[in-house]
């Protein structure tokens, strides 16, 4: 019975904190990392702890109601600004892209009326100078760049963070290598690697900049509480979503669905503004781009497959061949997902041992042979001649070389002929896809043309998956899908003889399948395929389609995602528990390792041998009632410790708590020494001098401890602990003994407090009553009879807005 | 130290317990009820516990594989089938309405070719007919179906269970009054009241049928855990957006943004397909009205307002009207809110305490006073010319009255005009909003025309709010909305004098900026509003006026769903606890309220007088080791423990842990028995007859407790409390003193436990080790000698799949 204590003449420091309001570290502890030395395949763990005092408190608590409006304000600023970065960032990759893959075609083009060898040879070259100079930035320059950053991501939303990934570094190598990779005409799309380069936009706005970590300390304490930062990221994750695909309803949902752990409903409409702005800023860059102003670029680069065009309606046999598309997509995507498991494996085991020259080579080599073949396969395939069109329809056959459009005249002989492997071979990835896509030209592409692409891109995919250079898998995903969807096209337009059957619409479906049978995506997939194509009604069909591709692929493994997160060794915590934690307790989980606790008043030189000796980022803090009971009064954070062993402030000779000093000691000590820069990697215990002398001193930690982390008792069930730690976003549980008794039970009832009467003049009240407060902790200051209020109790006040 | 207790030679039976897995009631506990006497204004609590005990478990564990699967496979067919019955629901109130309301108007038009008045009188008794049986079958029938049910959903889901709302009769009275009030011309849309529809049928479908609670035992058992009741109705409520505006992922997010309280994305998938088989089944339906199977119907009714012809492009100084349209909707919406409000208050504490007949008085009244101002006020207006029709365009001018469309002649003198104010008042209202949003139709309404209409449908909508009629607000907001959006849109084209303004485009801007500012809702909105007008491209405006609207309305009040729910008592737990909270502690919540404590072995006598001497919901059991120290062992539950008084099956002679007659009482209770009904009240204390015989008994509620609850420490801040108690939604937290020590801390390396290698292995292993177990339970029994295996062991176990 605490309240016995201290009528039993308990020290009263422990009074001052039971009595006054203590800190939520709730969701704060969010992005906590892992907290021991588990580093497992070089997954490090940061400390991303974050501290607001008992100063900044009663700064804030003067403000008010002004604050407030201003927190909001600048939070809604932050999203306008990520969305505006994320956009034009969008825009540049897809500028510049367009126009180097544009220039290149051109010249290749030009070539290839004297010499189709000499065109070959340029073409080769072109491309492996992009590659080169896309993996040359990545292994040199930004190796976090690598791959398209969404098990990344995922990890850093789900508390993990992997050092670098939201580095300024990791922004320029993840741009600049994308348009390398991309321009060079990879088989692999620029659309993960902007969700990524929203991600670290997001994350760099947030801190104010990348060397410099305090841009204005008005902007940066808002961003200073965790929960801050990953709400940032993840308004920049959406906003490259909607950037890559012009989807700012899809951009929600991805973020929502696929990418971050905790989602709050508050934090939906900062995402989708965020979303909105990227598209209003994509769309304002596109209109300016028509007139003109940059270059090859005009209307291409971003992804809008329009096929308004496509079929209305469908009748009732038609839904066979769409249930076959799906059940193919979904034992492709599985199938992907199992290939490249197996290549990325490899890579990590043998071929990236080697260092970066194999990595660079590796590269070199793919972008060879994928020349090799996109521009070799089309000279061996035959012209078909071109169909008889109406005079009305403005299809143009065949149309010249270089130019956008369906049916290409590559190497063909004859006037009217075309070549249908080269219209969507030899092309720009997004021009391909249009063309696949296209409605009205049916028997464009002969079944022959589109399997040997299938086949040929598919093997290249694999291959590609897992280079150290920006890579997506949308694209890619879409391609091969749509191949297959439109070959199925034609078999269903052969049989049916139906006219209002568009191989175009099947071969959307098809990607839809593939990248569901791949990424086991679901409403964000829907809503992201509805969107690019702009058409609505055919979202019941893209449903279906995923409905079944999804479950196929899951009888056989996860969601690529899923398994690249597994495979670097991300250790994502699931939203729902594992099937074994049902039959273990929490004391079990806990293993046979021994606790290391603290006690209140601790001497200087135990602190650093306790720091030294493990790698445990909290520690107990136990202390003794007069009685002798001894009796856990909070959870003491190393990094916290660290902080207070360095600047040595809290330092006394005493070793019993002494009010006076510590008192002063949290008042000494700024919120902001405890927040640690999110990129740097905090300071460590051998970076610490201290002398003989302080080593013979001792620190109170009342005042910098958390007072009442969450406890479970030993004997319950692993799966209720891990729905506790994994939705309240904890980072330390303390395992206890059962109670003795129960002091009161909280029901619905207890928690509906009314605040509406009360709430302007609690207002009132309390920042009055805070200032008074504040003048008295000075008096008593001065008296030196102030003590134990504890620095911590104003520790995240922000987060509960 | 619990395994000390057990050393000194506690009795095993906990042992056992502690060995064993516990149950889970983490979210299971969702939806759990006021736990006391808190009935605030009726709001009545019931019980939803659920049971899945020993026995059941077990039965679980032999499945296996194949059941998961069975699992999964009835789910997604319950989803399809909420889907269908939600369409199918929809389209017959949308068939009825059309059809009533396209009769009556046809009748109107006839009667006054002849005379005017006698079409006047006419029109009043259908109108007071249709709506009086709305208002009869809400008062005499069902009176849970009146409003909108949208507050009441919500609270349903928060765990809040309001009598009545999901019942069969509120279904029927929820349909059938749609149609009279809808098609009686009254100021109220179908929308809101098809949520409710679609909540019901899900709970309905989920319990197998209204009378019999056993359809089949096999699919009952998917749906007793409260958490899948939860999902289904949320499917339901998502489908009724659909099935109301065509929208399916307008219909996820508003689920998801509104409605639920909890939310996991797996569950987002299912909601998804819910959506998307009602827009099959609409669009299928509406084909079939098509070849004019429907009477009336055609094509309308269901809101499309297809305004692809709207203006495509803006300039930047139409972002200032715009902005304009957006504070006016938030002006208006808060002013709407505030004067629901009063009249609500008004309605519950004057009118509708003098009982039904006064309901009913007060619907007809509003009924006639709205066909008189619908009819009347057109009478008054002067008729314009038509415009000069471009020989190509489709518009007609004047069209036959009866007929949809522009450009009405009613009570015109000469042959080349129209009343534009009969266009959209005498109409039913998805005309009246086709009409407004109408593009190309510049200067139709003339400003007086429209501000005649904005300032009596606003008052009747006012007024009509809170009458005892299902009533959805969307469509009123939309009327109200796009009135005064096409205002602006007037003096915008007259001020700006471009032609590609669209007047049309501003209605629905208008319409937009009127919900945001009185719901406050914003993706959902968004998505909704892009769904309804099927145009993409005005997405970014309606999020702008979207933004101004709802940061408007928040200056001034709470959104008109949060405000209804506060006004009708319905406590909901906000995802965010309240600022006060930060101020104190968790015992200071529990007040000075004795906490009930249950020995484990509790007489019968004892056990009905503490039942009877309070309303608690659950008991902390306390027991004692044999050093006499007290141990709390577990919750027991108020529900429980009435099944146990009841069946009395489990009483015993001895008051000492009797091991062969509580295990075997365990096994005796089937775990349906613990499971109650979705839609009736349980059992009572006072309900159960106890001989004195009965009294002197005993009962060891051992195998019946939930053995660890969750629990805090007793000076733990209460915004900790609330987060755990919210996030998990629980329904009983225990608050216990301080612990002594720390037995170890749980960190997220703790809970990476790796299932993969061991899955399989695991699975084969467990599903033998349970068989052999319990075969070696019945051994026991037969010996007499097994014991204390806690019935609630298996609880929930459905839960964690």
Redesign the interface.
Known sequence: ??SNHFENGMDMARLAW?RL???????LDGV?????S?NRNGVESLDYEVIENYAYREEQAQRGKFFVGYNVAVKWFFALLIGIGTGLAAVFINISVENFAGWKFALTFNIIQKSYLAGFLMYILINLALVFSSVYIITHFAPAAAGSGIPEIKGYLN??DIPGILLFRTLIGKIFGSIGSVGGGLALGKEGPLVHTGACIASLLGQGGSTKYHLSSRWLQFFKSDRDRRDLVTCGCAAGVAAAFRA??GG?LFA??EVTSW????L??RV??TS?VV??VV?VAMGWCKSGNCGHFGGGGFIIWDISDGQEDYSFEELLPMAVIGIIGGLLGALFNQLTIYVTRWRRNYLHKKGNRVKIYEACLISVLTSVISFGLPLLRNCSPCPDSDPGSEIECPRAPGVDGNYVNFYCGKDKEYNDLATIFFNTQDDAIRNLFSAKTIHEFSAKSLLTFLVMFYTLAVVTFGTAVPAGQFVPGIMIGSTYGRLVGIFTVNHYKKLNIDEGTYALLGAASFLGGSMRM??SL??IM??IT?N?KL??LI?LVL?IS?AVGDVFNEGLYDEQTRLRGI?L?E?????????????E???N?K?L?LPRVVKVADAVSILRSNK???F?V?DHTRDG?????GLMLRSHLLVLLQSKIGFQHSPLPSHSRSGSGAIRHNFSEFAKPVSSKGISIDDIYLSSEDLEMYIDLAPFLN??P???????????????????GL???????????????????????E?ES?DSA?MELQSTSVRGQRHKTRLLEENGADAERPLLNGLL?QN?R
Not at 710 to 728: A, C, G, I
Not at 736 to 748: C, E, F, K, L, Q
């Open positions: 019975m605490l039971s309001p203590h800190s939520e570290d709730g969701e906590g990392l892992l907290s021991t588990s508390g993990i700012p309803v929600v929502l669905e989602w709050r409903s508050q939906m409409w989708f503004f909105a598209a209003v769309r679901t409403v829907c809503v509805v969107e702009n609505l979202l019941p449903m409905l999804k250790p915590l939203s729902r528990p594992k099937y074994v934690m049902r039959k273990m307790t929490a004391r989980a806990c293993g390792q606790v606790s445990h980022n909290g107990p136990v009971e001894p009796l856990v009064i007072p009442s969450y406890v479970v008792p030993e004997d319950m069930s692993l799966t209720k602990v891990y729905n506790l730690f994994r939705q309240l980072r330390h549980i303390f395992v206890v003994p059962r109670a003795s008794r129960v002091i009161g039970v909280i029901t619905r009832k207890d928690l509906l407090i605040e009360e609690t006040v509960q």
